[in-house]
C-alpha cells in the first residue's frame, strides 16, 4: 500500500483526533505527506513491520506532544522533518521522533537524513525493549531537550543500537529556566556512537551542574556497558564533554579517539 503525494503537489492533512496515521501492518509507504494536528498524543503510530515513512513533514507546534512513534521492527525514517512536539516550558514529555519497545521489541529500525527540532523531552528517543536500530545522517536540533536519548525503564534493556554521523546541536538552548538536557544519553548494553558532532549544547540555563556533550548512565538500573564511544567531536557544550553518571560501577566501555573541547 503507497499513500504519496502526486509529483509536483503539497498534501496537508490538518488533524483534531488521534493517530492521524496509524499503521498496524507491513509494506505500507506513506510518502510527501504533510500534517499538523492539536491532538494531544502520537501524530504517527506504527506497530507493523516493513513500513516506510519518506519525505513527510510532521508539525506538533499544535502543543502535541509526540511525533512519529515506532513500536515495531524493520521500519524505514527517510528525509522526514519533525518539529516542535512537546513545549518548550514543560520537560517532561514530548519527542520528535521515538522508536519504544514493549513486551514486543521494536528492533531493526532505521532512521536516516531526517531532521529533528524541538522535542519537549528529548527530541529523538530510542526506549524499552528496542534494539539493533539505527541512527544514521541525521540533524537532531534539540533546543528545548535532549537530543538523542537511550534507555530502558521498563521490560528489556535497549542493546546493539548504533548513532552515526548525525549532527546533534543546540540541546535545551530554548529552554527558559534551569534544566539539565545531554546532547546523548547512553543507558544501555553493546550499543555504539561514532562519528557524530555534538555541539553548543545546554548553555543558556541556570543550572549550577551544566549537561555534558555525552552522559553515560545506569538509568533504572538496566545497564551501561559494553558500549563503544569513538570518533566523535564534541565542543562548546555546556557541561563537560564525557561523563559517567551512576552510583554503581559502568563496566567495560571503549571510549576512544574523540575530540573533545570543553569552554
Not at 46 to 73: H, K, M, Q, R, T
Not at 168 to 188: H, L, R, T
Amino acid at each position: 500500500i503507497v499513500i504519496m503525494a502526486e509529483p509536483g503537489s503539497t498534501v496537508n492533512i490538518t488533524s483534531s483526533s488521534l493517530n492521524p496515521i496509524a499503521v498496524y501492518y507491513n509494506y505500507v509507504v506513506i510518502d510527501g505527506i504533510t500534517i499538523t494536528s492539536d491532538y494531544n498524543d502520537n501524530m504517527v503510530y506504527i506497530s507493523g513491520s516493513y513500513n516506510v515513512l519518506a519525505n513527510c513533514e510532521f508539525d506538533g507546534s499544535g502543543d502535541v506532544s509526540w511525533g512519529p512513534f515506532i513500536s515495531g521492527s524493520y521500519n524505514l525514517v527517510h528525509g522526514v522533518y519533525s518539529h516542535d512536539f512537546g513545549s518548550v516550558s514543560n520537560q517532561t514529555g514530548g519527542s520528535t521522533m521515538q522508536i519504544v519497545g514493549s513486551a514486543t521489541p521494536a528492533n531493526y529500525n532505521i532512521i536516516q537524513y531526517s531532521l529533528f527540532r524541538r522535542g519537549g523531552h528529548d527530541t529523538s528517543l530510542n526506549k524499552n525493549n528496542a534494539s539493533y536500530n539505527q541512527w544514521m545522517n541525521n540533524v537532531m536540533d534539540g533546543g528545548w531537550g535532549s537530543g538523542w536519548n537511550l534507555v530502558s525503564d521498563s521490560y528489556a534493556s535497549c542493546t546493539y543500537n548504533l548513532l552515526e554521523g548525525n549532527i546533534i546541536k543546540d540541546v535545551a538552548k530554548n529552554y527558559i529556566g534551569d534544566v539539565f538536557k545531554d546532547g546523548i544519553i547512553v543507558a544501555g548494553d553493546y550499543n555504539t556512537v561514532r562519528r557524530n558532532v555534538i555541539y553548543d549544547g545546554n548553555r543558556t540555563g541556570t543550572n549550577s551542574n551544566p549537561a555534558p556533550g555525552i552522559e553515560i548512565s545506569r538509568l533504572s538500573g538496566y545497564g551501561a556497558h559494553h558500549n563503544l564511544i569513538y570518533n566523535n567531536t564534541i565542543y562548546h557544550n555546556g557541561g563537560r564533554a564525557i561523563v559517567f553518571m551512576d552510583n554503581e560501577s559502568l563496566n567495560d566501555n571503549i571510549i576512544a579517539n574523540n575530540i573533545m573541547y570543553y569552554n
